[in-house]
């Protein structure tokens, strides 16, 4: 595996592995890899002949008075796991080298950015935005691989790419979760065991809504009303929303008969996660 600091490194190296309509796929993370972030990267290397990932933690997503200077990093053991999975290029740039001084250039999709996770983090997906946009830059990938956890996010970037008319497929795979539920997340190392239990509640509130859904019930106030009940009974827990949106433009539906993506966000102790379903909507909808 090539690791490459600079962006001028990393582009080279990418345009030379795509020389032969060699198809290049990539996965951008924060770092502290998890299985999630592994099976993003097992989706690209199965469907593209070179696998290209980032590390790098994005200090513009992140709020005032957020994680990041807490936010688990371990560069080796993630190196170890990239290569463990044959990723022939990791792009592991300073934040100086993907915010040059005197850098004023944001890309924003306004429309979207303030829905689900935006309205609790007003700047967050500004950052994202903008540091994906600034990667597809450097990398030039033929397609990218997010995962459904952050369906906003995959959301945010399909209208940017389509707005910007940049030359990439997004892929959102699905989400990896644990034994009992709990979706993947480099924030679950900030629980200790009692919050790794309450957060099973994430879980459990959307297969509330899914077990409704799944008897015939139709009515989005009714399926998140019944979804929210299991956050009144912990109160270790503080529900930050409870959603359910079309899962293109995230502005809220009534009636789920059409599909909808139904989306919850709460704080574990001081602990941010976020989780989310698909309802596939009725076949003769």
């Known amino acids: 595996m090539k690791i490459c600091s600079t962006a001028d490194e990393m582009r080279r190296a990418c345009r030379a592995a795509r020389q032969g309509s060699k198809r290049l796929g990539f996965v951008a993370t924060m770092g502290a890899l998890h299985e999630g972030h592994l099976s993003l990267v097992r989706a690209a ?6 696998v290209a990932a980032s590390i790098f933690v994005n200090p513009t997503q992140f709020g005032p008075n957020e994680d990041l200077s807490n936010y688990p990093r371990n560069f080796a053991r993630d190196q170890e796991l990239l290569e463990k999975e044959n990723v022939d290029l990791l792009f592991a740039p300073s934040v100086e080298e ?24 007003p700047t967050h997906f500004r950052g994202v935005t903008t540091v994906v946009a600034k990667l597809f830059h450097i990398i030039e990938p033929d397609v990218a691989f997010f995962g459904q956890k952050d369906a906003a996010q995959v959301a945010i970037i399909r209208r940017m790419v389509r707005d910007l008319h940049m ?7 699905p989400i990896v979760r644990e034994k009992d539920g709990l979706a993947m997340s480099s924030r679950n190392v900030y629980l200790d065991p009692q ?8 879980h459990r509130s959307l297969m509330r809504a899914q077990t409704l859904y799944d008897t015939g019930e139709r ?14 009974a912990r109160p270790g827990v503080r529900l930050d929303y409870f959603e359910i949106v079309d899962p ?24 941010r996660l976020i989780d989310n379903i698909l309802l596939p909507g009725s076949p003769d909808r």
Request: aromatic share 4%; net charge negative.
């Open 45 to 50: 290397r199965a469907q593209c002949a070179t």
């Open 98 to 121: 993907m915010y040059p001084p005197g850098a004023t250039t944001w890309v924003a999709v306004d429309e979207l950015s303030g829905k689900l996770c935006g309205r609790s983090r």
């Open 248 to 271: 293109d433009t995230l502005d809220p539906v009534a009636d789920v008969a059409g599909g909808a993506l139904v989306a919850a966000a709460a704080f574990v102790g001081n602990t």
């Open 195 to 202: 919050q790794r239990q309450q957060a099973l509640v994430l």
């Open 167 to 173: 030359p990439v497929e997004i892929v959102a795979c």
């Open 219 to 232: 009515h989005a106030a009714k399926l998140i009303a019944e979804a929210e009940q299991e956050f009144a």
